[in-house]
């Protein structure tokens, strides 16, 4: 891992400086919105804005990286992303910050994709997976520090813009001044829904869901926070403690759901995530470390379901169609996560604060019964047959999920269909177990 470090230094660097520059932001814009008085369904657009630039910067960047080139690429996004930080400063107003918001969506994903196919050109099979668990680490770590960082402040000064937008323009001076040459740049192909659908109802509409949670978790917790009484400091240190539990539960669940069955650990995690939601909602700022407690649980099962439903996808895939299976349901994620903030917020002015962690946590349980519904009229694929988890962060662009390990095996017999039986070129059988009866050439891709 030291060597893949080493090797890879100027991306991680610049990664980790983003990163904690988001971090700022996803506190620092809420306690600026609430201190401006701005409702919650107007703060709550604004922050959608957020990942709606995210969406549209994963469709348009690729086409523009691989004309322009990497450094390019990633000079000019981080260029403006640090100059839409400081435009906050200068635009009060709702409305020119919902579009700043979009403009700060869009580079991010174009300096992710920029960070992400570098990385993959950068791997070896040998090396693939340590170089995603060192991007798990570095970008987890990057957002919990910047929203430590944004409880030092009031969110009504000028310093944590001027940080933000600092560590952004940092960003691009390793990149900027490394040897190393730039890659050539393909964009992971996508599949259409039709086909999502064929593979796994359940991944598809696991991630859609996922991803309007998350956006309601980090765009309108910093406004909840604030709304219940919490001041400054507890607001980041409640926003941060999501970090926590992603690095204290991911692993362990991770291993879980290799070991059983996937699904029903995809459930019992979804339940578990619920409660601690539903929990959530009757707690008030008198229980400040209650709050942290159960935050970090709800954030280290909620943000595991991400890496879950993609893995589970996965199980009934050859290692040539997880690149772009993944590759489609991450954008699936990201059309949830742009009406995420947008609607919890509107139920926070309809019913109040407490209707915040009570409509996410009726998310999962939904979720929770559609998981239960697909177990009811698919059989379970073998637990051998069943992939190791690769842990990805939400942030995760399409262009991640090439540094899957699985992804590069090459299948043992590529003249096979893989819909007549998607386990035939599974890595983890036994060969003597690759000859299935009947029932379990009905799995591939059923819809039922």
């Known amino acids: 891992m030291i060597r893949s470090l080493i090797s890879t230094w100027p991306l991680f660097f610049g990664l980790a400086l983003i990163m904690i520059g988001n971090g700022i932001q996803i506190v620092l814009l809420g306690l600026r919105a609430s201190a401006s008085g701005y409702s919650n369904l107007i703060t709550g657009i604004m922050m959608g804005g957020y990942f709606l630039g995210i969406f549209i910067g994963s469709m348009v960047v690729p086409n523009t990286l691989s004309k322009v080139g990497h450094i390019r690429t990633f000079g000019a996004l981080a260029a403006i992303a640090s100059a839409s930080i400081l435009m906050h400063l200068i635009l009060s107003d709702p409305i020119s910050w919902s579009f700043l918001r979009v403009f700060t969506g869009f580079c991010y994903a174009g300096m992710y994709i920029v960070v992400e196919s570098w990385l993959n050109e950068r791997a070896t099979n040998e090396t693939r997976g340590q170089i995603l668990s060192i991007y798990m680490i570095i970008t987890m770590t990057g957002l919990g520090v910047g929203q430590l960082i944004s409880g030092f402040d009031d969110g009504i000064s000028y310093n944590l813009f001027l940080i933000a937008s600092v560590l952004i323009s940092l960003a691009v001076v390793p990149i900027l001044i490394t040897a190393a040459k730039a890659p050539d740049f393909e964009a992971p192909e996508m599949i259409s829904i039709r086909r999502l659908i064929q593979i796994s109802p359940l991944a598809l509409v696991g991630l859609f869901v996922t991803g309007i949670v998350v956006a309601m978790l980090f765009g309108i917790g910093a406004i909840y926070a604030k709304n219940i009484g919490l001041n400054t400091l507890q607001t980041s240190l409640f926003m941060a403690s999501t970090t926590v539990g992603v690095f204290c539960l991911q692993y362990p669940l991770g291993k879980?759901?290799?070991?059983?069955?996937?699904?029903?650990?995809?459930?019992?995690?979804?339940?578990?995530?619920?409660?601690?939601?539903?929990?959530?909602?009757?707690?008030?700022?008198?229980?400040?470390?209650?709050?942290?407690?159960?935050?970090?649980?709800?954030?280290?099962?909620?943000?595991?379901?991400?890496?879950?439903?993609?893995?589970?996808?996965?199980?009934?895939?050859?290692?040539?169609?997880?690149?772009?299976?993944?590759?489609?349901?991450?954008?699936?994620?990201?059309?949830?996560?742009?009406?995420?903030?947008?609607?919890?917020?509107?139920?926070?002015?309809?019913?109040?604060?407490?209707?915040?962690?009570?409509?996410?946590?009726?998310?999962?349980?939904?979720?929770?019964?559609?998981?239960?519904?697909?177990?009811?009229?698919?059989?379970?694929?073998?637990?051998?047959?069943?992939?190791?988890?690769?842990?990805?962060?939400?942030?995760?662009?399409?262009?991640?999920?090439?540094?899957?390990p699985e992804a590069e095996w090459i299948e043992t017999n590529p003249d096979i269909n893989a819909e007549a039986n998607p386990l035939m070129d599974n890595p983890y059988l036994d060969r003597k177990s690759t000859r299935l009866n009947s029932s379990h050439r009905c799995i591939s891709y059923a819809v039922f």
């Open 256 to 404: 879980i759901s290799d070991k059983f069955d996937r699904r029903a650990v995809i459930l019992g995690i979804c339940l578990s995530a619920a409660i601690f939601a539903l929990i959530l909602s009757l707690l008030e700022k008198n229980n400040f470390i209650f709050l942290l407690l159960f935050m970090s649980l709800y954030g280290g099962t909620s943000l595991a379901l991400y890496s879950l439903f993609i893995a589970h996808a996965n199980d009934y895939l050859p290692p040539s169609q997880m690149v772009s299976t993944s590759s489609s349901l991450v954008m699936v994620n990201g059309i949830g996560a742009v009406i995420g903030a947008p609607l919890v917020a509107a139920s926070m002015d309809l019913l109040g604060n407490w209707s915040y962690f009570m409509l996410i946590g009726i998310f999962h349980i939904g979720l929770a019964l559609f998981i239960g519904y697909r177990m009811s009229v698919r059989p379970s694929i073998p637990t051998e047959a069943q992939g190791p988890l690769v842990l990805l962060p939400e942030t995760a662009t399409a262009t991640a999920v090439s540094l899957n």
